[in-house]
């Protein structure tokens, strides 16, 4: 059985109270926190709906920023991410979704080193509390302010120079799933990858594409997350489609759709329950 979990992205309009309940009722296992919605209700006020409602935190989105992109110091945006993995811990998150921060006006092997910098002081307080840092790499046409990691190998080279057991990688599949060569990957990233993120795409992403429900899409979703699980990878699939797509299908169809694509996925990949 696949890990199924939806964004708070995806079911932006919703308060927490409902989105568990349908998430609990589409047999999804797991939520993906946004910190943004979380503040709306409070930490332990969290804790009692996710709980009740039968489901886990498959991640908690997002912390990092680094290199300074987003306005803050790297002092800020280091003791903000603590906070975040004191929060994660609280859910029972299983990871925290890292975004490095662009270049900025930094040289590249600079941005790389603050990058390595926060994790020095990040990962022993996550490993600490059972936590994983999930480095996120995303596709360079919509990675401003994001990352300056724009590709799968890239972030995965990144993350085993830092050969740190709380530190692994994000796997957007909209982003990148569109580049027939992520099968080449799939191998080497099952291991590394702490969460798969999943939305469709008519190709290569760009500023004016949306993440759509799974089926909407030309992205090859259902094979690569059967060959990531056949590589031995075992975590969340989390879905995150977001726009005019959603919008219009309505939040109780689109979970009913990317249910049954998870269990189809599942049936794919002969997942153990």
């Known amino acids: 059985m696949v890990h199924a979990s939806i964004s708070q992205f995806a079911t932006l309009r919703w308060e927490l109270g409902d989105e568990v309940a349908h998430l609990a ?15 709306d209700v409070g930490v332990a006020a969290a804790v009692a709906l996710i709980g ?21 110091s790297f002092g800020e945006s280091v003791d903000d991410a603590l906070e975040a993995i004191d929060t994660a811990s609280e859910l029972g998150a299983e990871t925290v979704v890292v975004h490095s921060g662009c270049r900025g006006g930094h040289t590249r092997s600079h941005a790389h080193r603050l990058l390595a910098e926060a994790l020095d002081v990040l990962a022993p307080e996550a490993l600490a509390r059972g936590v994983v840092l999930a480095i996120k790499p995303m596709h360079p046409a919509v990675a401003a ?11 995965l080279a990144w993350v085993d120079r830092f050969d740190h057991p709380a530190v692994r990688l994000a796997l ?18 099952a291991g590394r990858t702490a969460v798969v993120q999943v939305a469709d795409g008519r190709g290569a992403p760009h500023a004016e594409s949306e993440r759509l429900p799974p089926g909407q899409g030309n992205l090859p979703l259902g094979g690569l997350v059967a060959a990531l699980f056949e590589h031995g990878y075992a975590g969340a699939i989390e879905f995150s489609p977001v726009g005019e797509a959603v919008e219009a299908l309505g939040y109780d169809r689109m979970l009913r759709q990317a249910s049954a694509a998870a269990a189809a996925w599942g049936r794919l990949a002969r997942v153990p329950a």
């Open 25 to 39: 009722r589409h047999g999804f296992d797991s939520i993906a926190v946004w910190r943004t919605k979380l503040s």
């Open 172 to 189: 957007d599949l909209w982003h990148f799933g569109h580049d027939r060569r992520l099968f080449e990957l799939v191998g080497e990233l």
């Open 145 to 155: 302010g994001g990352s300056f990691l724009t590709s799968p190998a890239e972030a």
């Open 52 to 72: 009740q409602a039968g489901l886990r935190v498959s991640s908690l989105q997002w912390v990092g920023g680094f290199t300074g992109a987003d306005g803050r």
